[in-house]
């Protein structure tokens, strides 16, 4: 009875030791199922979509039985890859997994390295298209593009944009011509449309090697008899005007004051002409609103009457970011 006790169990150990060695990957071959479209992996080898590779990308190349082959390559700058036992350099870039994987069969069976390759080809890591989003946005950033990525998706990487951004969004991205040449495509997206859905299409697919720059947009610069002197910027979808800028500023100080003063640019000119407001009457209502546009100066003076000087307009390019050293603007109340 001991002896054949011992041999059940003989048996057994046996047995599970033959069926854990069949559940682990060979140690010369890392594990690299193919990828199916559609279908997510654990993998890492297989987590990233199926896109046309580029320069710079990292691919996982399995071949069965032939572990010299299966390892991780870099693309070189020059769009290729070099394979052990492979006599010549192949080039990928441009081609998509399957369209790799069906070269690098081609090649082995070339050069009678195997008679019936199984190859697995996978991206690992994109490095050939970077997605650039700069400017007024709260967190500019750089990344790589995925597949399905549109503009919406960017400006989500960089964390929105902050109150400055301007009505429109730049999107430039770049065409290679039958010649190799780079041709830059702007394309301008109005920051509404895209936002409200009034129109989808303008929520545009990215491919990569794109630059998005969220512009500022201009500003109205309110300095004098106010609590908060301020450069606020001016959004096509809402008019900017006296009443709106004085609230934002928190309303004037505590002297009163019966007449402010636009500074506007003249059209076609760097002349900026003196336009009278009636403040007291817009703040009680008995005259209506003044609109103000971008670059707009609304100088409210004090009870005294002290008009604004160099000084002043230059600590206003210091809130606003923007350079009005040289303009002084003079006259009497």
Not at 108 to 113: A, I, P, R, V, Y
Request: charged share 20%; hydrophobic share 40%; net charge neutral.
């Amino acid at each position: 009875m001991k002896l054949l006790y011992r041999s059940l169990v003989g048996i057994l150990l046996f047995a599970f030791g033959i069926a854990a060695q069949t559940d682990l990957p060979s140690a010369g071959a890392p594990s690299a199922p193919r990828a199916t479209p559609g279908v997510q992996s654990d993998n890492p080898l297989t987590n990233l979509p199926w896109l046309a590779v580029g320069p710079g990308d990292l691919l996982g190349v399995t071949v069965m039985d032939c572990p010299e082959l299966s390892r991780a390559f870099r693309v070189a700058e020059d769009g290729s890859i070099t394979l052990p036992l492979l006599q010549n350099k192949l080039h990928v870039a441009g081609l998509k997994p399957p369209e790799i994987e069906q070269l690098i069969a081609a090649a082995t069976k070339e050069q009678h390295l195997l008679v019936r390759p199984s190859v697995s080809v996978a991206i690992m890591d994109f490095r050939s298209r970077p997605i650039n989003v700069v400017g007024a946005v709260n967190l500019p950033t750089q990344f790589q593009a995925t597949s399905g990525m549109t503009l919406l998706d960017a400006l989500s990487q960089a964390h929105g944009m902050t109150k400055d951004a301007g009505p429109d969004i730049v999107v430039t991205s770049f065409q290679t011509g039958p010649d190799g040449v780079r041709t830059p495509l702007t394309r301008h997206i109005p920051v509404h449309a895209l936002l409200h859905d009034t129109d989808p299409s303008l929520n545009i697919p990215l491919v990569g090697g794109e630059e998005i720059r969220v512009p500022e947009a201009d500003k109205v610069y309110v300095v004098g008899n106010v609590k908060v002197p301020s450069a606020l910027p001016v959004h096509d979808d809402t008019e900017t005007t006296v009443l709106k800028v004085l609230a934002q500023c928190q309303g004037l100080t505590s002297f009163s004051t019966k007449q402010a003063y636009v500074y506007r640019i003249k059209p076609g000119t760097k002349e900026r002409q003196e336009i009278t407001v009636p403040l007291r009457d817009i703040v009680k209502r008995s005259a209506p609103d003044v609109a103000l546009l971008p670059n707009d100066v609304l100088y409210i003076p004090d009870a005294t009457g002290k008009r604004i000087t160099l000084t002043t307009l230059e600590k206003l390019a210091e809130i606003g970011g923007s350079t009005l050293s040289g303009m002084a603007v003079w006259g009497r109340l």
